[in-house]
């Protein structure tokens, strides 16, 4: 990253920190933006892994955090690894916060834990084509027919509007109009590709290890969710106090 861009991330950083801090207090707050600044670093090793050397990440202030990759992925394949190396690196944040947890027997941090597969969950399982869960399973219905893989961006803009419908607020909104954006440009991309005959597709193996590591990451953090011992009523408790 340039020096512009590593001021950005810190500024972006502590401004989620302060946001974030009001809701869970400041220790519990500081630990989620850290845990959803590993997600999103984990997509940055990993996209340096598979040859991407123009690259740049940041949070946005309190929506997340976004790694971007400046030049396409090699492969469908590559593509799948960057995606599964988020919810990877989540596991591991959200591993360190159950024992944290355990070990000072704070709610908050027990609070914080589920936030955090919550969201690693959610951006696994939504089945949007921009998402994490997504973006393994884009690349497979390519590998498959372009035609499922382009297929699966309809899809997504239809559940992602399903998906806003049915949690309404101005905060999903925004969120939404974010994604529809990102689905078009990225739609634009792989239609490209496909006009060019640029499409890498992936190879069973490949395919086959991406399917495996998902379930297992997903397995991971709903086990986490279980021995965490914190309900989405307890969540939503939480939140509503607040």
């Known amino acids: 990253m340039t020096p512009k861009q590593k001021n950005l991330l810190v500024l972006s950083v502590v401004l989620s920190i302060v946001i974030w801090g009001f809701f869970y207090g400041f220790i519990a707050g500081t630990a989620f933006t850290l845990s959803l600044l590993f997600h999103e670093y ?24 976004i790694a971007i990759p400046k030049e396409p992925w090699s492969s469908l394949g590559a593509e799948a690894r960057i995606a599964l190396a988020g919810p990877g690196f989540g596991l591991v944040s959200a591993v360190a916060l159950l024992l944290t947890g355990v070990v000072f027997g704070s709610y908050k941090i027990k609070i914080t834990t589920f936030t955090v597969c919550l969201v690693n969950l959610f951006n696994f399982w939504a089945p949007i084509a921009i998402l994490d869960g997504g973006r393994v399973i884009k690349p497979l219905l390519l590998s498959l027919n372009t035609k499922l893989g382009i297929g699966f961006y309809y899809f ?77 009523g307890d969540f939503m408790e939480f939140m509503t106090d607040k």
């Open 42 to 65: 984990g997509h940055y090793y990993w996209m340096g892994r598979e040859g991407i050397k123009n690259k740049t990440m940041m949070m946005i202030p309190p929506f997340g955090a």
């Open 156 to 232: 997504s803009f239809v559940a992602s509007f399903l998906l806003v419908w049915n949690f309404m607020s101005l905060f999903t909104l925004i969120i939404w109009f974010l994604i529809i954006q990102i689905l078009e440009s990225d739609l634009y991309a792989t239609r490209c590709l496909i006009a060019n005959n640029k499409i890498v597709r992936m190879s069973g193996r490949e395919a086959a290890s991406s399917i495996l590591l998902f379930l297992a990451i997903s397995a991971g953090l709903y086990a986490i969710v279980i021995v965490n011992g914190v309900s989405y």
